[in-house]
């Protein structure tokens, strides 16, 4: 079965600095990937997907991702972050199987905070 | 911009009562999705549907989990005899394919008491 690593509980960034979370998959093929956001009280905004392609994905609000297969990873990041991006930040993976509709696997997710 | 929608927002209930909660999707989609998410806790898949039957479920959607497509808009989730475990914020989600990205709704807060 697939798994979703996400070992950063809680990071803390100044405003105007760069960012990386990280994400790590447990898989025996190729799996799509995503990046889903979640303010206080909301629901999941999806960041940016990779099905296939360019490893490297271009999403909303200034965030890319980079596919790496020989590190099993999917990190997301952005070059300079806003106070307006701090959430809680899930890593998901689906998976290509017999002909059903695929659930997501979620990683524990990272809270983000952002200081003045 | 299509969006799912999710009623109530926060339903309250007694252990043993039986809730229903609501979906609509988006509407040319053909996949829905039920999760959980246990307050502090990961987002966890509960079940999905396609083509009026149950595709995949895992195993915290036991017997006292049911979905339902009741008309062409709402996507339902029924907990028959509601426990203090239940209590947890559910989300919708739909896909228009398989293989695409999944779409999700505010979520329903159900607190058992």
């Known amino acids: 079965a697939q798994s979703v690593t996400q070992p950063d509980i809680h990071i803390t960034v100044s405003e105007g600095a760069s960012l990386e979370l990280r994400c790590n998959y447990s898989?025996?093929?190729?799996?799509?990937l995503f990046w889903y956001v979640q303010s206080p009280g909301q629901g999941l905004q999806l960041l940016l997907k990779?099905?296939?392609?360019?490893?490297l994905v271009q999403g909303i609000k200034g965030f890319e991702a980079e596919f790496k297969r020989s590190q099993s990873s999917f990190n997301l990041r952005k070059p300079s972050v806003h106070w307006s991006d701090a959430a809680e930040y899930f890593c998901?993976?689906?998976?290509?199987?017999?002909?059903?509709?695929?659930?997501?696997?979620f990683g524990k997710g990272t809270h983000l905070i952002i200081q003045p | 911009e299509p969006e799912v929608t999710q009623t109530p927002s926060h339903q309250v209930t007694q252990m043993g009562q039986e809730v229903i909660l609501r979906c609509v999707p988006i509407?040319?989609?053909?996949?829905f999705y039920w999760y959980r998410q246990i307050l502090g806790q990961k987002v966890e898949f509960l079940v999905s549907f396609y083509n009026n039957e149950i595709s995949e479920k895992s195993e915290i959607f036991d017997d006292q989990f049911s979905v339902e497509r009741p008309d062409g808009s709402n996507f339902t989730l029924k907990i028959r005899s509601t426990k203090l475990e239940d209590s947890a914020m559910y989300f919708c989600?739909?896909?228009?394919?398989?293989?695409?990205?999944?779409?999700f709704g505010p979520g329903t807060r159900l607190t058992v008491l």
């Open positions: 990779y099905f296939s392609g360019d490893t």
């Open positions: 989600a739909s896909s228009e394919g398989r293989i695409n990205e999944q779409f």
């Open positions: 898989y025996g093929a190729t799996p799509y």
């Open positions: 509407s040319n989609h053909l996949y």
């Open positions: 998901a993976v689906g998976t290509y199987s017999g002909g059903g509709a695929d659930g997501l696997t």
